[in-house]
């Protein structure tokens, strides 16, 4: 699948509202991974019951995958835009005023709809508005999601240091939702080109090819968010550094995210979709035993590195693939994209605590390695599916 065009690409201002709202959402979101520790001390939670606040995110995407597709033929994607950032908005203020482990479910849960709910427009505006460039687009937003989920645990941290509270994490994001809402104020927001009628099906109108790259995305998200959930603690535990070095040890994740992706928003002009995913791929397999297998912090440090540039570009990536065959019918597509999601971020962080609540933090890590192992496994299988349907269409 080749991203060129006799076109050059073209950022208008709609591009840039979405570009800014994932870069919102991409900060505001990353905060569980470095704030864990932290929760987990003060609430008294093991690593199963820690497992759970991920899954609250999860059950937030997972509606969202479910119903997102039925809301946009509904409701207008303005709405449903800016709705998103703001229900993220009030979750992450809930969580910066929760002391009791139910009210923190909530306000997690309430991060999961509305961050997810805000990606899925902003997948569906950007595949519409830029049509076969759109690996370049959904590259280019996750690089601004990558620069905006750097700066969080460098915030965390830094407000730490500061000897203030990690609670006042919530006014830096409502400050950033209200600069975003006033510099885009006059941009209305396009429906889909192409609406799907309120009657037609919609899991059954998309293909098999589209359903087996879900489930590569199933085991790319559960793979990055065991990361994103687990590294920080695993940096304390496992390798020995202090709560707040490790926090700052984890910011090379997201660092890698955005080297990797910033590298893939160009190479997707002339390489194409499909060999950078098998590089990505390959690179993360290369990272990941670094990371979990040795016993010196800088080369765990390393090791996630070189895990976090090849996962950089596999959710947009494969995404792009997966968009592309569903054609026209870009909403569900996002919206069923965000439902493997949520279910890999419901099942694989919660899965990997309760392994190391039994085997240890670094036994369970092993199951990252079989999650990648996998996904590389069906993408396989998956070309050779479409290259067949090709040749005998």
């Known amino acids: 699948m080749s991203n060129t065009s006799s076109h050059p690409f073209t950022r208008s201002r709609i591009t840039w509202l979405a570009y ?21 001390s003060e609430l008294g939670l093991n690593y199963t019951q820690g497992g759970t606040l991920p899954a609250a995110i999860a059950c937030g995407l997972i509606f969202t995958g479910l119903f997102a597709g039925w809301l946009a033929r509904h409701i207008s994607r303005q ?10 908005a009030m979750g ?86 209200a600069l975003l809402a006033f510099s885009f104020r ?15 099906s919609v899991d059954g109108s998309l293909p098999l090819a589209f359903w087996l ?17 687990w590294s920080t603690d695993f940096f304390i535990s496992v390798v020995g550094l202090s709560r707040t070095d490790a926090v700052l040890a984890f910011g090379i994740f997201p660092a890698a995210m955005l080297t990797g992706r910033f590298a893939g928003s160009r190479l997707t002009r002339s390489w194409s979709t499909l060999t950078l995913l098998f590089s990505a ?43 592309g065959i569903a054609k026209e019918k870009t909403n569900q597509a996002s919206a069923r994209v965000t439902l493997a999601v949520g279910a890999a971020l419901l099942t694989a962080p919660l899965v990997l605590g309760r392994l190391a609540d039994s085997l240890g933090l670094q036994k369970a890590f092993g199951m990252v390695i079989v999650l990648m192992v996998t996904a590389i496994i069906v ?5 050779r599916f479409l290259l067949q349907k090709r040749e005998t269409a």
């Open 20 to 40: 800014s709202m994932l870069a919102y959402i991409g900060f505001s979101q990353a905060i569980l991974g470095p704030l864990m520790p932290f929760i987990r």
């Open 79 to 88: 709405v449903l835009f800016w709705s998103g950032g703001t229900l993220l």
């Open 379 to 383: 993408v396989i299988v998956n070309n």
């Open 186 to 200: 006059r941009e209305s927001i396009p429906n889909s080109a192409q609406p799907v009628s309120a009657t037609s």
């Open 92 to 177: 992450i203020t809930t969580l910066g005023v929760s002391h009791q482990f139910g009210l923190v479910l909530f306000a997690i849960l309430g991060m999961g709809i509305g961050g997810s709910l805000a990606q899925v427009m902003i997948q569906a505006i950007l595949s519409d508005q830029h049509g076969e460039q759109r690996a370049i687009a959904l590259t280019e937003a996750n690089v601004a999601a990558s620069l905006s989920g750097t700066m969080t645990p460098l915030v965390i941290s830094g407000l730490q240091r500061a000897g203030v509270d990690w609670r006042a994490i919530a006014i830096i994001t409502i400050l950033a939702l």
């Open 213 to 229: 790259y879900w489930i590569v995305l199933f085991f790319m998200v559960a793979t990055e968010m065991s990361l994103a959930v």
């Open 281 to 323: 791929l390959f690179l993360t397999l290369i990272g990941l035993p670094l990371f979990w297998l040795a016993h010196i912090p800088a080369l765990n440090i390393l090791g996630l590195f070189i895990t976090g540039l090849g996962i950089a570009n596999q959710y947009p990536l494969t995404m792009s693939i997966a968009v």
